[in-house]
Protein backbone atom coordinates (compact mmCIF):
# COMPACT_ATOMS: atom_id res chain seq x y z
CA UNK A 1 0.00 0.00 0.00
CA UNK A 2 2.41 2.20 0.53
CA UNK A 3 5.14 1.41 -2.38
CA UNK A 4 2.00 2.57 -4.76
CA UNK A 5 1.36 5.40 -2.42
CA UNK A 6 4.86 6.61 -2.73
CA UNK A 7 4.68 6.26 -6.69
CA UNK A 8 1.77 7.75 -7.30
CA UNK A 9 2.73 11.38 -5.62
CA UNK A 10 5.72 11.53 -7.35
CA UNK A 11 6.28 13.95 -9.96
CA UNK A 12 6.19 17.60 -10.75
CA UNK A 13 3.76 20.22 -9.67
CA UNK A 14 3.90 24.01 -10.20
CA UNK A 15 1.88 26.67 -8.17
CA UNK A 16 -0.68 29.22 -9.46
CA UNK A 17 0.84 31.15 -12.74
CA UNK A 18 3.50 29.10 -12.52
CA UNK A 19 5.13 31.31 -9.92
CA UNK A 20 6.64 28.39 -7.95
CA UNK A 21 7.62 24.62 -8.19
CA UNK A 22 7.51 21.21 -6.62
CA UNK A 23 9.35 18.40 -7.46
CA UNK A 24 9.16 14.80 -5.90
CA UNK A 25 11.53 12.16 -6.60
CA UNK A 26 13.16 9.00 -4.66
CA UNK A 27 16.43 9.19 -3.16
CA UNK A 28 16.59 5.05 -2.19
CA UNK A 29 13.87 4.71 0.07
CA UNK A 30 12.75 8.44 0.80
CA UNK A 31 11.02 10.91 -1.14
CA UNK A 32 12.53 14.05 -1.08
CA UNK A 33 10.60 17.01 -2.07
CA UNK A 34 12.68 20.02 -4.18
CA UNK A 35 10.97 23.61 -3.98
CA UNK A 36 11.63 26.41 -5.80
CA UNK A 37 10.17 29.75 -3.98
CA UNK A 38 10.80 33.43 -3.52
CA UNK A 39 12.92 32.86 -0.37
CA UNK A 40 15.19 30.19 -2.94
CA UNK A 41 15.51 26.19 -3.66
CA UNK A 42 15.10 24.01 -0.76
CA UNK A 43 15.44 20.32 -0.88
CA UNK A 44 14.08 17.96 2.14
CA UNK A 45 12.89 14.46 3.22
CA UNK A 46 9.10 13.75 3.48
CA UNK A 47 8.35 11.22 6.04
CA UNK A 48 4.85 9.79 5.61
CA UNK A 49 2.64 11.32 8.53
CA UNK A 50 -1.11 9.67 7.26
CA UNK A 51 -1.31 6.45 5.23
CA UNK A 52 -5.05 5.27 6.78
CA UNK A 53 -7.35 7.80 5.19
CA UNK A 54 -5.42 7.65 2.02
CA UNK A 55 -8.50 7.28 0.19
CA UNK A 56 -8.45 11.68 -0.75
CA UNK A 57 -5.40 12.63 0.31
CA UNK A 58 -1.73 11.68 1.88
CA UNK A 59 -0.07 13.46 4.17
CA UNK A 60 3.81 13.54 4.61
CA UNK A 61 5.50 15.41 7.68
CA UNK A 62 8.51 17.57 6.52
CA UNK A 63 11.72 16.87 7.76
CA UNK A 64 14.63 19.71 8.25
CA UNK A 65 17.01 20.45 10.81
CA UNK A 66 17.07 23.65 9.83
CA UNK A 67 13.56 24.94 11.47
CA UNK A 68 11.51 23.96 14.89
CA UNK A 69 7.95 23.51 13.36
CA UNK A 70 7.90 20.63 10.54
CA UNK A 71 5.73 21.47 8.04
CA UNK A 72 3.17 19.11 5.95
CA UNK A 73 3.06 18.40 2.39
CA UNK A 74 -0.39 16.60 1.33
CA UNK A 75 -1.63 15.26 -1.61
CA UNK A 76 -5.05 15.27 -3.17
CA UNK A 77 -6.39 13.68 -5.07
CA UNK A 78 -9.16 14.49 -8.38
CA UNK A 79 -12.52 13.40 -7.82
CA UNK A 80 -13.15 11.91 -11.28
CA UNK A 81 -9.74 10.63 -12.31
CA UNK A 82 -8.71 9.55 -8.80
CA UNK A 83 -5.04 10.56 -9.88
CA UNK A 84 -3.42 12.81 -7.33
CA UNK A 85 -3.51 15.43 -9.30
CA UNK A 86 -2.89 18.38 -6.18
CA UNK A 87 -0.08 19.33 -3.60
CA UNK A 88 0.08 21.84 -0.84
CA UNK A 89 2.30 23.32 0.95
CA UNK A 90 2.81 26.25 3.24
CA UNK A 91 0.17 28.63 1.93
CA UNK A 92 0.24 27.20 -1.55
CA UNK A 93 -1.63 25.15 -3.68
CA UNK A 94 0.54 23.29 -6.64
CA UNK A 95 -1.16 21.40 -9.57
CA UNK A 96 0.59 18.15 -11.41
CA UNK A 97 1.75 19.22 -14.53
Not at 18 to 37: C, F, N, R
Request: no cysteine; charged share 25%.
Amino acid sequence: KIGSALDEVKGSYNSAYDMYSLSISQKGPVLQADLETDDGSFSFPLLVKDIESYSDRLEFSVYSLRSQSKGTVIFYRDKQSGKVAFAAYDRFLYQRV
